[in-house]
């Protein structure tokens, strides 16, 4: 796994990383959705996607980063539980439009207030120069990724 380019320190302190990072994740995740409405962490993206308004299933599945059977998958479910409506264009029937519902708004608003509640309840015991390390090293590491997505 070591490219030749890292040390082996640095790659066993990456690999310590990652291990952090996903358990913090998965920890988190699961204090915010545990009991939400049935919501998984996938469904709340796409209700988070939709409250800026429709998309068709191939613009939800591209700013996911996911296959269309997925998100076709993931709206059927969302359409049974009343969160979105799935409509065929008028004008080109193999587009599917995807909107999120009055109800779906209010569990996405619950969701969204959740997720703050459980991530201000941990980052907010953080003292202020952890946090401003914290939002810069998340700041440089998104810049990495936006400059591999070019």
Request: a negative charge; proline letters at 3%; hydrophobic letters at 35%.
């Amino acid at each position: 796994m070591n490219s030749g380019c890292i040390s082996p320190e640095k790659e066993e302190r990456l690999k310590k990383l990652d291990e952090v990072i996903l358990e913090v994740a998965r920890r988190i995740t699961f204090k915010i959705f545990q009991g939400e409405q049935n919501l998984t962490h996938p469904q709340y993206f796409l209700l988070k996607r939709l409250s800026s308004g429709p998309a068709t299933v191939s613009e939800v599945a591209e700013s996911m980063g996911v296959s269309l059977s997925a998100i076709t998958s993931m709206s059927d479910r969302l359409t049974k539980m009343g969160y979105i409506s799935r409509n065929r264009s008028e004008t080109d029937r193999r587009l599917v439009w995807l909107e999120l519902t009055a109800t779906g708004g209010e569990v996405l608003e619950e969701a969204v207030r959740r997720r703050r509640e459980v991530i201000y309840g941990f980052l907010g015991r953080l003292p202020e120069e952890d946090l401003e390390s914290l939002h810069g090293i998340y700041t440089r590491i998104l810049e990495l990724i936006r400059e591999d997505a070019e």
